[in-house]
């Protein structure tokens, strides 16, 4: 009550009720002019303004100070707390929902088996065991139609996109249920092959009496989640670094020198090991500075958990927090020349100031994907640039937010085998 009587909301305005101003943003971000929409913001309100955002009060923030303010500040004064839209779709039960213990106990349990067993094969084969065909195409439809709806406002009605979202999010749930139930049996009975995919080791984490110790729903949550954090954002990754690839041909010839260097050191048919990861140093710098400029992720939310005092303003409880921590990365006092697409810059990270750079977040919530996404992005790239020369079909340099990046048409390619298969 006293911060409430000494400070101020920040300047700005909620809108319209339940809208807000979550239609211009939206629709900025599609344009890809979502940097201006909140440089306007900026330029008349300040660094810290409050909006409303997906039907709840929001403060927008961005820079230093915020990147480190919401990765180090504990539950104690924020929560995660995304768009209800995201909630609805993804499930109350997932990590992005979670806090404290709860959060813990549910991470701790998911990064071990996702580290052994999605470097396995890619996420789709393991998460579900279906390999390519018309049911693995139906998931990866529902998957797109979920992720489209995540931003949005939470009316369930048949004309909006959230509406379309929910009903995939519900199919794939129906599926995983049916999906669990078979791999429950199978775990029960010892008939679980010894190459085990990502639900069967959730199910096989047990208590004292071999009770399990995960929930249906936590499963099904975090499966769906860990699938939705993946397949959106490394293939974002990939497609831009190919797009960026194409463009710039000195930097894709030092990538594929890098590469076959490596590729050469090889006997044919085998595999890629560990080293040569930690080899490809040049080729994650060019991942880098990809995702500096085409960041796979725009910003995250948090929800205050009591009055707080932020830049000089007061953020009242159960408010959200829109951090768009991606906004430090075209600041030229961070990084000069920032249009210029530069991987050098990340020679030496150290150097870099900390938390402007931060594509897979920070503190307790820092993404737990990272390391599977930089080793599905440097082999992706090693056999791509090994094999392959390609050509982009559409030069222009647009792409829209929905709400990760896609550029024109998905990019298109003209692609040539550089040997024969
Ligand atoms: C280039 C690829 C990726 C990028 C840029 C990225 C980025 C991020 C960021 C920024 C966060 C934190 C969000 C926040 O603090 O609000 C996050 C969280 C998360 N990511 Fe990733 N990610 C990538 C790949 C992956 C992959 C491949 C997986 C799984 C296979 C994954 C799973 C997750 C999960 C489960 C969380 C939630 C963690 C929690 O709340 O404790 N991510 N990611």
């Not at 700005?12 to 943003?25: A, C, E, H, N, T």
């Not at 000195?250 to 890098?258: D, F, G, S, W």
Request: with cysteine.
């Amino acid at each position: 009550r006293r911060i409430r009587s000494s400070k101020r909301v920040p300047p700005g305005s909620l809108g319209f009720p339940v809208i807000g101003q979550s239609l211009g943003l939206l629709r900025a971000m599609k344009a890809n002019t979502a940097e201006k929409w909140l440089d306007e913001r900026v330029q008349k309100y300040g660094p810290i303004s409050k909006l409303s955002l997906f039907g709840k009060p929001t403060v927008f923030i961005y820079g230093q100070a915020a990147n480190k303010f919401l990765f180090t500040s504990d539950g104690s004064v924020l929560t995660s707390k995304q768009p209800q839209s995201l909630k609805m779709i993804l499930g109350d039960r997932c990590l992005l929902e979670m806090n404290d213990e709860d959060h813990k106990r549910v991470r701790d349990a998911l990064v071990l088996p996702l580290m052994k067993t999605l470097t396995f094969d890619i996420i789709c084969s393991l998460l579900f065991g279906l390999e390519r065909g018309a049911r693995r195409d139906q998931v990866v439809r529902y998957f797109q139609q979920m992720i489209e709806g995540m931003w949005s406002i939470p009316i369930n009605l048949p004309f909006t996109r959230f509406n379309r979202s929910i009903k995939a999010s519900k199919d794939v749930q129906k599926m995983l249920k049916q999906l669990i139930s078979e791999k429950r049996h199978e775990f029960d009975n010892n008939l679980a092959s010894s190459h085990q995919d990502l639900i069967t080791c959730l199910l096989s984490i047990r208590g004292e009496n071999k009770q399990e110790l995960m929930s249906e729903n936590e499963i099904i949550h975090n499966v769906m989640l860990i699938m939705v954090a993946g397949y959106a954002t490394s293939s974002v990754l990939i497609t831009f670094m190919v797009r960026l690839l194409a463009k710039n041909p000195n930097i894709h010839a030092a990538v594929l020198k890098e590469q076959e260097e490596i590729a050469q050191s090889k006997s044919p048919g085998e595999s890629l090991t560990w080293e040569d990861l930690g080899n490809m140093k040049y080729t994650w710098r060019v991942a880098m500075e990809t995702m500096r400029m085409f960041p796979p992720i725009f910003g995250g939310f948090r929800q205050t958990v009591k009055d707080i005092e932020y830049g000089g303003y007061l953020i009242p409880k159960g408010w959200q927090i829109f951090l768009v921590t991606a906004k430090t990365h075209m600041n030229s006092s961070i990084f000069q020349e920032p249009e210029k697409f530069d991987p050098a810059r990340f020679e030496n990270t150290a150097s870099l100031p900390p938390y402007n750079f931060v594509p897979f977040g920070g503190g307790a919530r820092i993404c737990p994907g990272y390391k599977f996404a930089k080793i599905e992005t440097l082999v992706t790239i090693h056999y791509l640039v090994t094999h392959f020369t390609w050509k982009l079909c559409c030069t222009d340099d647009f792409f829209s937010r929905d709400p990760t990046p896609v550029p024109t048409q998905g990019l298109p390619i003209q692609i040539i085998p550089r040997k024969p298969l």
